[in-house]
């Protein structure tokens, strides 16, 4: 990728999360999970801890909590509308070991050796390249230090496992959620990563979304996709991708129920050691 689409990707990930920056601590959802993050592996009083896609710092701020007036944390993000909201919060309160750092995830100038803990709460979806970020993150750790992260399986979400069906089925890539989208995967990734153990977590959850939802759930150029640039569709031949929606079409109609269609929503709370 060159320069000017690392650019253009970044700012598809600011534009969206600018934009959601303002009504991001109303989601319930983001927060418990975030916490169940630090809950699987606190980090411990004293440590050094990095939160990586920190949004509106709500790992940050629990984090520092827990590692006391002797801890220090950084928390990292692209958006500037994320961080303006974390950074209102700390004036608010009496934390003075918290800093928030305009930086890419996968571009990180920290020096080697110096986190005790690494935690990326429902941000790793948006890395394009898992691989070399992993092993960069593996190098900030200190010997003995653990990444704690979220990934999702790649079933689910049933709007990205369909068009992911349909479009892999015609040769082109749909890369969102693929690196981790299994135990294994994920466990392959971390071990190429340099990680020595790998506990992965699985909490199965899911509902039914409505039918016509469902029917009206086929993804265009425009929509938000992470993970991925450019968007999985742009080089789609129209032709191709007439196919790929009627097979999408014919896919989500079979999964159609009286109660709607299945959205699996489980989560992979993944931990990693040095
Ligand atoms: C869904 S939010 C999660 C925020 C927070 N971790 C939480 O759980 O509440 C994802 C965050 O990751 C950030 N992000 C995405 N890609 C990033 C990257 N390459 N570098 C830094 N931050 C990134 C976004 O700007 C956004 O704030």
């Known amino acids: 990728m060159n320069i000017e689409e690392l650019q253009a990707y970044h700012k598809h990930i600011t534009d969206t999360y600018d934009q959601r920056s303002g009504n991001h601590d109303n989601s319930q ?42 801890g ?5 993000d692209l958006s500037r509308g994320m961080l303006c909201e974390a950074n209102k919060k700390l004036a608010d309160s ?18 080697n050796n110096v986190f005790d803990r690494i935690y990326c709460a429902s941000a790793f979806f948006c890395i394009l390249d898992p691989l070399s970020t992993l092993r960069q993150w593996h190098g900030l750790l200190k010997p003995g230090g653990i990444l704690g992260f979220h990934a999702q399986p790649e079933t689910s979400y049933y709007w990205i496992r369909e068009a992911r069906k349909v479009f892999t089925r015609h040769g082109y890539p749909y890369l969102i959620n693929n690196a981790t989208g299994s135990i294994e995967k994920s466990e392959q ?33 425009s929509d938000f996709f992470p993970g991925q640039y450019p968007h999985p569709v742009t080089n789609v031949p129209p032709e191709i991708m007439m196919q790929c929606k009627q097979q999408y079409e014919s896919n989500i109609e079979k999964l159609i129920t009286e109660k709607g269609i299945w959205n699996d929503i489980s989560m992979y709370y993944i931990y990693a050691y040095k």
Not at 29 to 55: M, Q
Not at 72 to 76: D, E, I, L, N, Q
Not at 94 to 111: H, K, T
């Open 29 to 70: 959802w983001h927060r418990e999970t975030a916490l169940k993050l630090i809950d699987g592996i606190p980090p411990g009083s004293g440590n050094s801890i990095l939160d990586i896609g920190t949004g509106t710092g709500t790992i940050a701020f629990h984090v520092a909590s827990l590692a006391g007036p002797d």
């Open 72 to 76: 220090k944390v950084t928390g990292v």
């Open 94 to 111: 009496e934390f003075n070991n918290i800093e928030f750092v305009l930086a890419d995830a996968e571009q990180l100038a920290f020096a």
């Open 189 to 221: 990734l971390l071990a190429e990563s340099g990680f020595n153990k790998v506990d992965i977590r699985v909490e199965e959850s899911g509902y039914y979304m409505p039918a016509e939802q469902a029917r009206d759930s086929w993804i265009d150029e």
